[in-house]
């Protein structure tokens, strides 16, 4: 599985980290800020799109629609384009989307916007990948995701309050993608996200490969080191801190 992040930072971007975004394979998750330009940066071609899942409606997962889908057009797709997102935010999507008049363009794409529910379910599924969305615990309803190819697994849980009760689910994922908005080395704990030293530990009892931080609060930006070695009494796996644009194949 190859993962791009796209962005790592928490809903306030700092000077080197913009929103948390990722790309799996060709499958977008989230969509703040010029995703269309960073994917260029890191040489993939936006065309190459299979799908975009939108986690949830907050400002900083899915702003950056309404311009992602214009420069796809206007690079040429004609290939029909699902959007994944949360059915309470169906409505957020469909108007930011029309409010530009890119919903049904006479030289367009067809875009399908699929509501997707709050139960443990199979988003998608090719013969690279499938994609399972689970519930989690934000301040507005919210889908981790996980992804499983031929020889690995890899969870990105998305927005969420610590979810001790899905450490079943993240059994022995190859790497475990954990918000962290937040370390107890500086704050308490942020209503709806998790601390650092919380992911850890959930990724210990999961028994993950490695564990891998985005959705960073800004405090985290430059004190990578630190957290990482604070992180190393909860957690014995591997432990990344990506920067923008970084990778990982899996
Ligand atoms: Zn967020
Ligand atoms: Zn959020």
Redesign the pocket.
């Known amino acids: 599985m190859r993962i791009l992040f796209l962005g790592t930072a928490a809903a306030v971007s700092t000077p080197s980290r913009d929103n948390t975004s990722l790309l799996i394979n060709d499958i977008l998750i989230d969509c703040p800020g010029n995703v269309f330009g960073k994917m260029k940066k890191a040489g993939y071609n936006p065309l190459r799109l299979k799908a975009i899942i939108i986690t ?1 409606g ?1 400002v900083d ?1 899915i702003y950056g629609l309404p311009s992602l889908i214009e420069m796809i057009r206007l690079s040429g797709r004609k290939e029909p384009l699902k959007i994944y997102i949360g059915r309470d935010f169906v409505e957020t999507a469909e108007s930011s989307l029309a409010m530009y008049g890119l919903l049904h363009q006479e030289h367009g794409f067809e875009i399908k916007l699929i509501a997707v529910n709050y139960q443990q379910q199979l988003l998608f599924n090719d013969n690279e990948i499938s994609i399972e969305a689970f519930p989690v615990k ?1 301040s507005v309803p ?1 889908i981790g995701l996980k992804f499983s190819s031929f020889d690995s697994k890899v969870v990105y849980t998305s ?1 969420t309050e610590p979810c001790d009760e899905l450490i079943d689910l993240f059994k022995d994922v190859n790497l475990l993608i954990h918000e962290s908005s937040c370390s107890y080395l500086y704050s308490k704990r942020l209503e709806g996200h998790t601390c650092a030293e919380d992911a850890a530990r959930i990724a210990q009892l999961s028994n993950a490969k490695a564990l891998c931080l985005v959705h960073l609060g800004a405090e985290i930006d430059g004190n990578e080191s630190r957290l990482t070695e604070e992180l190393k009494r909860y957690y014995l796996g591997e432990i990344l801190i990506p920067k923008d644009l970084d990778r990982v194949v899996i």
């Open positions: 949830h907050h997962h934000h919210n927005d």
